[in-house]
């Protein structure tokens, strides 16, 4: 369903961003010029009427995002933690799309309840609560089960919410082929790669049973994570369209005002947010793939409550020890290094110059270093940076996108919790520590350990592989066509587009 009938969709996209007043709005946080705009108002106009009409009580962008549908949503939330982007002004209208949008009755949540669980409501929870809070994949109930009298929180996934995805998502598969067949030179960004990555992420939040297996496995992995809080999963009453956790009573990172009036310390809280996210994602491999302000709360000892685990993000031994490395040498302005890891890992094509590279990181950290959020351009960061990966030949690695996106919401988190905070400061521990155990004589002896682990258990076939290899050895290979090899991209990291870098440099200080 990916043909050319997806024009209408887009069409409307447009039509409804005309339509709620969106576009200008789109055009005046990209600073368009004043020929752009005239062009976007003569298109768009005589189409308006085409497009949704949306929630009229909404400021234009948020009504439009909502009228639009949940693809459009999961890509608001990311702008809501961006004001640096944004804008304040927008940023503070978009946090509406993280927990706030219209819930489904609590009749039909009931309904599905008690139809996937094979069980009554009124039997088994003693109180259940009308919706609490409603994004745009699920919407969550309070409540208490009445065996143990322990609160939960019960987690009910939309009504068609799949053919809803399934939907934006063919429309954005359409897109991405004109753009590539219209647009050559962005290719290289390989958005049909992207937008499948995105919808193998989204369609995996439509299983909660994966999200309780990711959240379970989580809380195991950051046990004892001072100050870090996971939810217990309750598998008995868990399914493919419910999830049961226990509650976690605390204020949303998103309410500012009642995080300021609570007396807790913001700097120290925006602060703890990066680093354990760098923690997990360096030592475990295993980070939340979602971590926006409407899926953290403060609790009043000044704990970080983590909810909603149905995007997670994993990456692999080699991978960190890559990306502790660009970023190791970043904070110690090594820009050297920093070059030739991306060459070692086969980020940067071989043909191109490792000095000329280092000079062009050297242009994207030094202006930055000593300066706070406040004095940085974020547009301007991040257009030098689309530069230099054009010039060095870099692509998209779709491998990391999860990464990218999550690295710019946390940042997000942190800089709207202290918009001074400086960033290298805060992740040099973090990363000091996974370098000192993770790279060197200790990592090797823990690499050839692992090795002999491996092996041992394939002890009594190692006489016949042995055998087996040097057969094919002696065995003439036959004639095939001298293709050029596809060298294996399974080891790409932080350094793989500068896209990455871009993403995370442009978020430092």
Known sequence: MRGPHNIWRLIRTGATFQRTGAMGVVLDAMN??????MAARIVGFPFAWLGKKGDTSLPPLTRAITALGPAYIKFGQILSTRPDVVGAELSDQLQYLQDKLPPFPSAVARQMIEKELGIKIDDVFSEFSEPVAAASIAQVHRARIAATGEEVAVKVLRPHIERAFRTDIDAFHFSAAVIEFLLPS????????VVEHFEGVVMGELDLRLESASASEFAENT?????FVVPKVNWGLSARTVMTLGWGEGIPANDLPAIRASGLDMDALGERVLQLFLSHALRDGLFHGDMHQ?????????????IDF?????????????????????????YRRVAEVHFEAGYVPADRNVEEFARALRAVGEPIFGMDATQISMGRLLSYLFEVTEKFGMETRTELILLQ??????????????PNINIWQVAKPVVESYIANSIGPKALLSDLAHTVRVLARFGPRLPELAEAALIRQSTPPPETDKARPVRAMGYVTLGGGLALVAVWVSSLL
């Open 186 to 193: 962005t290719r290289r960004l390989r958005p049909a790669d």
């Open 294 to 306: 409407g899926n953290l709360k403060f609790a009043a000892n000044g704990d970080i409550i983590a």
């Open 223 to 227: 046990a004892h994570d001072a100050g």
């Open 32 to 37: 368009a010029p004043p020929m752009i705009r």
């Open 310 to 334: 149905g995007i997670m993000g994993r990456i692999d031994e080699y991978t960190r020890r890559v990306y502790a490395e660009i970023l190791y040498g970043f904070i110690n302005r090594d």
């Open 405 to 418: 996106r999550t690295m710019v919401v946390v940042e997000g988190v942190a800089r709207s919790l202290n």
